[in-house]
């Protein structure tokens, strides 16, 4: 175990359903991200948290919304979703952003489902 | 286009034979790599890394060797076992405040008994 959960594993959603998904890191981390994964294409990121502050958005449409309440947990709110959204959601968790530990430590992922 | 790119998508090897995955990336402000390893339904799980002010890194069973000068990064793992079938990513970060992370697409490495 990496030390980084999320839930759900695997969700299936319809087109005009709102879900989220959750992250959790056990690793006393301040930077935490949200990745996309796609068959046969590379980790996209979309989000960055540096000390609950969002640091990045890689132009990832307005359906998709994070949410960082605190350092340990990290959100992704979906809603009137896609079915090419249908992907591995990863999140990873680091120890700062920008410093001079940049190894990003994964969860298990959540598969999402858009029919 | 990705800075970051795998010379092979699949390796095949046999059970005790050695494996070596290459990486090739472009930007030479690279500092720091990583090699991710990621197996079916999971994350992908952090194997090994190198600075740009080395050369070679050796952990269990993995070396990671960076050729600056080709721009060329490998992963070789001895004995390969059944366990490291998986898909093995290699990631960049630029040098600079962003940190970036990039991830190539991945070679599936499959241990043939």
């Known amino acids: 175990e990496t030390g980084v959960t999320q839930t759900p594993r695997h969700l299936v959603m319809g087109m005009t359903n709102k879900k989220s998904l959750k992250c959790e890191q056990h690793?006393?981390?301040?930077?935490m991200y949200w990745y996309k994964q796609s068959a046969k294409k590379p980790l996209e990121l979309m989000f960055v948290?540096?000390?609950?502050?969002?640091?990045e958005n890689n132009s990832v449409p307005s359906r998709f919304s994070p949410e960082c309440p605190n350092s340990s947990h990290l959100f992704l709110h979906l809603h009137t979703l896609q079915p090419e959204d249908s992907a591995l959601y990863l999140c990873?968790?680091?120890?700062?952003?920008?410093?001079?530990?940049?190894?990003?430590?994964f969860g298990p992922g959540t598969r999402l489902t858009v029919l | 286009g990705e800075s970051v790119g795998l010379h092979l998508p699949t390796l095949s090897v046999q059970e005790g034979d050695n494996s070596i995955i290459n990486c090739a990336y472009s930007?030479?402000?690279?500092?720091?790599f990583i090699w991710y390893k990621q197996e079916s339904g999971k994350g992908p799980q952090f194997i090994i890394d190198?600075?740009?002010?080395?050369d070679k890194r050796q952990g269990q069973r993995v070396t990671v060797l960076l050729n600056k000068t080709v721009k060329h990064l490998s992963l070789q793992i001895a004995a390969t076992q059944p366990g490291d079938s998986a898909v093995y990513f290699c990631a960049e970060i630029l040098s600079g405040s962003a940190r970036q992370l990039t991830f190539g697409s991945g070679t599936q490495l499959t241990v043939l008994p």
């Open positions: 190198i600075r740009s002010n080395m």
């Open positions: 990873a968790s680091s120890p700062v952003r920008g410093g001079a530990s940049d190894t990003q430590y």
């Open positions: 930007n030479s402000a690279s500092d720091y």
């Open positions: 690793l006393g981390h301040n930077a």
């Open positions: 948290y540096n000390f609950k502050e969002q640091t």
